[in-house]
């Protein structure tokens, strides 16, 4: 699932990797496999949750139902929530680590790239929250809606999935686009920087 799905680690490897050495790459990629593995572990529990809270509804009426699915979604968005809180922070402090160690980049562009990361993340978290807020008036207002039949209420809840999956695609594009403008800027910057550092050749006499 992409919402559960990282990004950060994307941005640390995207904005920084052509900078750094070997052995800091090969630290990145187990950090990665142990984030990745993280977040594998989360969707296997949730998914598990699912399938006994789905047992669950069976002998419940159909407004007992709704109420229990609402407080489900809830509480698995808070779940959500807290982990994706966890995992930046661990992200976070493995970016400012990596960025202690960078010889090639200025304090004024390691704060950028901090200052980036925040802003990203911060993003996210946003657009999380929205989605949740439009999911949760969007079941209310379909489970409360007499004049629609069972079959409606379900072709509704997919074309509504299906809306909110184009707009998510739409968010992870647009920050996959910051990313490389952010990219590019900062290796244009830093090749400027070499140049001007660079020796003056000895013109000859």
């Given amino acids: 699932m992409r919402s559960i799905k990282s990004v950060s680690m994307m941005v640390i490897g995207i904005l920084i990797s052509p900078m750094i050495c070997v052995a800091e790459q090969e630290s990145g990629k187990a950090f990665r496999e142990e984030q990745k593995a993280k977040r594998h572990e989360h969707r296997q529990e949730q998914q598990q949750d699912n399938h006994a809270f789905r047992e669950s509804l069976k002998d419940k009426a159909s407004k007992e139902?709704?109420?229990?699915?609402?407080?489900h979604?809830?509480?698995?968005f808070q779940e959500n929530k807290?982990?994706?809180s966890q995992m930046h922070q661990e992200n976070a402090a493995f970016l400012k680590q990596r960025l202690a160690k960078n010889t090639k980049l200025t304090d004024a562009q390691k704060d950028?790239?901090?200052?980036?990361?925040?802003?990203?993340?911060?993003?996210?978290?946003?657009?999380?929250?929205?989605?949740?807020?439009?999911?949760?008036?969007?079941f209310e207002q379909t489970a409360n809606d007499p004049?629609?039949?069972?079959?409606?209420?379900?072709?509704?809840?997919?074309?509504h999935f299906a809306e909110q999956k184009s707009q998510t695609k739409a968010h992870w594009h647009e920050q996959k686009t910051e990313r490389k403008a952010e990219r590019d800027r900062m290796?244009?910057?830093?090749?400027?920087?070499?140049q001007t550092s660079a020796p003056v050749p000895a013109t000859k006499q």
């Fill in 65 to 71: 139902k709704a109420a229990a699915i609402a407080a």
């Fill in 147 to 159: 004049n629609m039949t069972p079959e409606q209420k379900k072709a509704a809840i997919k074309a």
């Fill in 112 to 138: 950028e790239l901090v200052n980036f990361f925040e802003t990203e993340n911060q993003e996210n978290v946003s657009f999380r929250d929205q989605r949740h807020a439009q999911n949760v008036a969007f």
């Fill in 73 to 76: 979604h809830d509480g698995q």
């Fill in 187 to 194: 290796h244009s910057e830093a090749k400027a920087a070499r």
């Fill in 82 to 84: 807290e982990f994706h």
